[in-house]
Nanobody, 126 residues
């Protein structure tokens, strides 16, 4: 079992920055990759970024490329989502996910992850 706890969401003005954190506990040694997803009301859950622990490979969705990054600290089992130049369309619930098995890279679909955090809300005002 892997437990994930997100933090760092909140309300920010357009153009501002936020950093989300996801702390993993439990059988973290088996984690292959971590991902950040977001879901706005009425929209599908979208993978915005992913990190592969073994070699540090990262994936960032085109919709946020150049603004979001996904640094991680595998000594602390924490992955971050650094969000800069935020836009109102970035408003969504943000979820951290862990994938404990290898396979296709990058894993961009929600069913390619087997553990999820509870989510944290990000609201960007115009």
């Amino acid at each position: 079992q892997v437990q994930l706890v997100e933090s760092g969401g909140g309300l920010v003005q357009a153009g501002g920055s936020l950093r989300l954190s996801c702390a993993a506990s439990g059988r973290t040694f088996s984690n292959y990759a971590m991902g950040w997803f977001r879901q706005a009301p009425g929209k599908e859950r979208e993978c915005v970024a992913a990190l592969k622990w073994s070699d540090g490979s990262t994936y960032v969705a085109d919709s946020v490329k150049g603004r979001f990054t996904i640094p991680g600290d595998n000594t602390k089992n924490i992955v971050y989502l650094q969000m800069n130049s935020l836009k109102p369309e970035d408003t969504a619930g943000y979820y951290c996910a862990a994938r404990t098995y290898g396979g296709r890279w990058p894993p961009r679909k929600y069913d390619e992850y087997d553990y999820w955090g509870q989510g944290t809300q990000v609201t960007v005002s115009s």
